[in-house]
């Protein structure tokens, strides 16, 4: 299947991702993994990326696009993939409809995880990231076995910019003014399936599947 997955910043799309991929052997395709490494490589996308990355403000559209579609178009994505974090507003998600009709496919199915702004802000304020190898750990829910060291490789564990406070509450703003209205976008063409994310992920997930799993048989 080939699924946009929509959320506020925090809100568990990725660990909901990594799920629905688990299911059908899709690819998960996340616009923010994308633009962070090309920042930490200094790529050209990376430089532009970076100064919006940091305020939390949207990159913009032309800077993401092509990008995108190369990477629908390659091997490991002939199962289906999963849109993580992309689009981020409607002239993406009419430019993806078009990228998409040129390649004679659609997207099947549009899930959004519906969480409060204030559940939010409690979530990501726990993040932490290794700075080695980026596994990630939240303090509460995915604490490391030592407090600051990845359990994986042993090195430093950092808040990254765009998890903190100030950074948070830009972010959601910017999400509910631009891509918040994608909810009603997709809405309009039947393929929004809504769930509570502010429930246990595993919960959440196990939702999502069961209604995916009716909705891939009817396909």
């Known amino acids: 299947m080939r699924i946009v997955l929509l959320g506020a910043p925090g809100a568990g799309k990725g660990t909901v991702a990594k799920s ?13 993994d994308i633009l962070r490494n090309a920042v930490k490589a200094g790529s050209e996308l990376g430089k532009k990326a970076k100064g919006y ?3 939390g403000e949207l990159v913009p559209d032309d800077l993401i696009m092509d990008i995108m579609e190369v990477r629908m178009k390659e091997p490991d994505c002939q199962k289906g993939f999963l849109l993580d974090g992309f689009p981020r507003t409607i002239p993406q998600a009419e ?3 078009a990228a998409l009709k040129s390649m004679n496919a659609r997207i099947d199915a549009v899930i959004n995880l519906d969480v409060p702004d204030d559940v939010i802000v409690r979530r990501m304020a726990g993040r932490r ?3 080695n190898c980026s596994r990630s750990y939240h303090v509460v829910t995915a604490p490391p076995k030592q407090e600051g060291v990845c359990d994986s490789c042993g090195a430093e564990l950092i808040i990254r910019d765009d998890d903190r406070a100030e950074t948070v509450l830009e972010r959601l703003k910017t999400y509910n003014e631009k891509t918040a209205p994608l909810i009603g976008f997709y809405e309009e063409r039947g393929l929004l399936l809504s769930f509570d994310g502010t429930k246990e992920i595993p919960e959440t997930t196990r939702e999502i599947l069961e209604t995916i799993g009716k909705q ?4």
Do not use: H, P, Y
């Open 20 to 32: 629905l991929t688990e299911f059908d052997g899709s690819v998960q395709i996340s616009t923010g």
């Open 53 to 55: 990355m940091e305020r």
């Open 95 to 97: 430019s993806l409809e």
């Open 129 to 131: 990231v290794c700075k």
């Open 216 to 219: 891939d048989n009817n396909l």
